[in-house]
């Protein structure tokens, strides 16, 4: 069963920086799909970034210029760089990854609160 383990969350004031991790307990060379997502209270779960095994990227318009997601097959991580935060970044985040069955289980996320 691949896990899937997040980490680097925290407080911070708007403007501020924060890079979460992602730790895969498998090999993830061959993983094609992965990326974060994230979830605030009483709103719906929401794409933020993805990229592929051959590092193309893509993300979500209120995230664009501010964010940067990464990927590091020998150590099994994709990482997020969020530069720029605001308020409505708020929530829980989470990374997937998309293997040849299905995608991997949740992970337990990462919190990420931003105070204007």
């Known amino acids: 069963q691949v896990q899937l383990a997040e980490s680097g969350g925290g407080s911070v004031q708007a403007g501020g920086s924060l890079r979460l991790s992602c730790v895969v307990s498998?090999?993830?060379?061959?993983?094609?799909?992965m990326g974060w997502y994230r979830q605030a209270p009483g709103k719906q779960r929401e794409f933020v970034a993805g990229i592929t095994r051959d590092g193309s990227t893509n993300y979500a318009d209120a995230v664009k210029g501010r964010f940067t997601i990464s990927r590091d097959n020998a150590k099994n991580t994709v990482a997020l760089q969020m530069n720029s935060l605001k308020p409505e970044d708020t929530g829980v985040y989470y990374c997937y990854a998309d293997l040849s069955y299905g995608r991997a289980p949740r992970g337990q996320g990462t919190q990420v609160t931003v105070s204007s």
């Open positions: 498998r090999n993830i060379f061959s993983i094609n799909g």
